[in-house]
C-alpha cells in the first residue's frame, strides 16, 4: 500500500499517472495546500519541505518527497515502466526527466508566481522567468519534433513526468493559443489525455473539497515570506 500526499497540481499528477497506470495499491492523503495543510507537524515528518507529493510505503517503511525521486522509487518498486536498457537510450531518457526536474518544473512555477500571484511592479521577473519558460518548453518541442515520445521507442516515465506540467502550459504562458507554437508537444499530451490512467489521475482532484480560491489565507499558507514581513 502506498500512501499518496496528494494536491490537485502538476508534480503530484506526475504520481497519480504512474499510480494509475501500474494498478499499485495505494490510499489518497489529501493535503490542502491552500488551507496550509503542508505545514502541519505531521506531514513535515514526512516531507521537510512541505511540499507535495510525497508518498508513505507501508511495505517497506520508505518515506519519499521530490516527485522524480518517487517516481523512480516506483518504478524500482513494481518493475513497470523502467527507463531504457541501452546506455545511450537511458542516458538520454535520464537527461530529460532531470530537465523537466530541474528545468520545466521550476521555471513554469516561477513564471506562474510573478504573472498571476506576485504583487504588481515585477516585469524584470516575469520577463525573465517567461522567456526561460518558453525556451524550455520550445527545447521539449524540438526533441519531439521526430520521435513519438519523450525517451525511447515506448510511453514511459518521461512522458508522464512532462504530463503533469503539459495541461497547464497556456496558463503559465498567459496565452490560450500557445499550442499552435508546440504542436508536437500538444499531440503528445493529447495522446496520454486519452489514456484511463489520465483520466483517473485527473479525477482525483474531485475527491476532495480542495480550496480553491485565492485569497488573503491562501496567501498567508503558499506564500509565508510575504506574511513574515507584514
Known amino acids: 500500500m502506498i500512501e499518496f500526499y496528494y494536491h490537485p497540481s502538476p508534480n503530484p499528477e506526475k504520481i497519480a499517472l504512474y499510480l494509475e497506470e501500474t494498478g499499485l495499491d495505494y490510499e489518497l492523503m489529501p493535503v490542502d495546500t491552500r488551507k496550509g495543510e503542508q505545514h502541519a507537524p505531521a506531514f513535515l515528518k514526512i516531507n521537510p519541505n512541505a511540499k507535495t507529493p510525497a508518498i508513505v510505503d507501508t511495505d517497506t517503511g520508505a518515506t519519499l518527497f521530490d516527485s522524480t525521486a518517487i517516481l523512480l522509487y516506483l518504478v524500482d518498486k513494481t518493475g513497470q515502466y523502467r527507463l531504457p536498457e541501452d546506455p545511450v537510450e537511458r ?92 504542436p508536437h508537444i500538444k499531440r503528445l499530451l493529447d495522446e496520454i489525455d486519452e489514456r484511463p490512467a489520465a483520466r483517473g489521475a485527473r479525477a482525483l482532484k474531485s475527491r476532495h473539497a480542495f480550496k480553491t480560491e485565492m485569497d488573503d489565507d491562501a496567501r498567508r499558507h503558499m506564500f509565508p515570506q510575504n506574511a513574515a514581513r507584514g
Open 91 to 182: 542516458g538520454q531518457a535520464l537527461s530529460w526527466l532531470m530537465f523537466i526536474a530541474t528545468g520545466i518544473g521550476p521555471y513554469s512555477g516561477q513564471c506562474v508566481h510573478f504573472r498571476h500571484f506576485a504583487p504588481e511592479g515585477n516585469d524584470y521577473a516575469v520577463n525573465r522567468y517567461d522567456f526561460e519558460a518558453r525556451r524550455h518548453w520550445g527545447l521539449i518541442n524540438d526533441h519531439l519534433a521526430d520521435r513519438q515520445y519523450m525517451a525511447g521507442d515506448t510511453y514511459g516515465i518521461v512522458d508522464m513526468a512532462l504530463w503533469g506540467w503539459g495541461d497547464r502550459v497556456p496558463f503559465i504562458l498567459d496565452n490560450q493559443g500557445i499550442w499552435s507554437e508546440y
